[in-house]
């Protein structure tokens, strides 16, 4: 089952103005994100947007986030390269799994952002693990980057 979900009212970062994701095009591998807020995002500077969205699927599918062409045309790239949004972070205790986009704007200019503009796309897809893994015990219990070990 794969689907999305408004996030819980209490982790909503941009009140009730948040977008469902669609697909554009009827054979569209990815589904379009919005903002629910307008932003400036200053020359070679980041901005994080909350889609105030979340994401539920099968354990063994991955939802990748990206920008659009569009948005590459304008200067802006997401912040990481892509999202890798793995299906425990639904629901997660800390953010309730709210889709973030760490945008960059790598171009001279400001960038507006509009409520209602695209601010990505996210692609579902299988992965695989390989044969001989260590067990993993880990279990998520954070939100956004919550899975990066620092010493």
Not at 20 to 26: E, F, G, H, L, S
Not at 65 to 75: A, E, F, I, Q, Y
Not at 82 to 92: A, L, T
């Amino acid at each position: 089952m794969r689907k999305f979900e408004f996030v819980e009212n209490k982790f909503k970062k941009n009140g009730e103005s948040a977008f469902m994701p669609k697909r554009a095009t009827q054979t569209s591998a990815g589904y379009d994100f919005y903002s629910p807020i307008e932003v400036v995002i200053k020359p070679h500077t980041m901005s994080m947007i909350w889609s105030d969205v979340k994401a539920k699927f099968n354990d063994d599918e991955v939802l990748i986030t990206c920008v659009t062409s569009g948005m590459g045309k304008r200067g802006l790239i997401l912040a990481n390269g892509i999202g890798v949004i793995d299906c425990d972070y639904y629901s997660n205790e800390n953010n309730d799994g709210n889709i973030g986009f760490m945008l960059l704007n790598l171009s001279d200019n400001e960038i507006l952002i509009k409520q209602g503009d695209k601010i990505g796309q996210g692609i579902f897809t299988k992965y695989f693990s390989v044969d001989n893994e260590e067990e993993v015990l880990e279990v998520r219990k954070g939100g956004f980057g919550s899975t990066v070990k620092t010493e």
